[in-house]
């Protein structure tokens, strides 16, 4: 019913850069929230930074703050992560979400396949 697709995730060396995008489809929302999220194997999921689709509220991680940008273009129903200055750390499987405002629960709701992003040294 409701899909996201990540994309723009590679391979690249420390201090590159990568831009990740996310495209939602299936019904429209009419107060949501979009983040990316990433994981790295045997650990938990964590936040790096989510946005209002009104673009009001943004918000990011210690870890990302200062390095990447979070975006979106509300005709395409896309989000955008601007990662730069990347570090080996950074190395993980991204993940966008959607957290629909309107249906009287906290948390994120929908979930994509994740792209890898691979920093080398």
């Known amino acids: 019913q409701v899909q996201l697709v990540e994309s723009g995730g590679g391979l690249v060396q420390a201090g590159g850069s990568l831009r990740l995008s996310c495209t939602a489809s299936g019904r429209a929302f009419s107060r949501y929230t979009m983040g990316w999220f990433r994981q790295v194997p045997g650990k938990e999921r964590e936040f790096v930074a989510s946005i209002s689709w009104t673009g009001v509220g943004r918000y990011s991680s210690d870890s990302a703050k200062g390095r990447f940008t979070i975006s979106r273009d509300s005709a395409k129903n896309t989000v955008y992560l601007q990662m730069n200055s990347l570090k080996p750390e950074d190395t993980a499987v991204y993940y966008c979400?959607?957290?629909?405002?309107?249906?009287?629960?906290?948390?994120?709701?929908?979930w994509g396949q994740g792209t890898q992003v691979t920093v080398s040294s």
């Open positions: 979400a959607v957290d629909d405002l309107s249906d009287g629960r906290s948390g994120f709701d929908y």
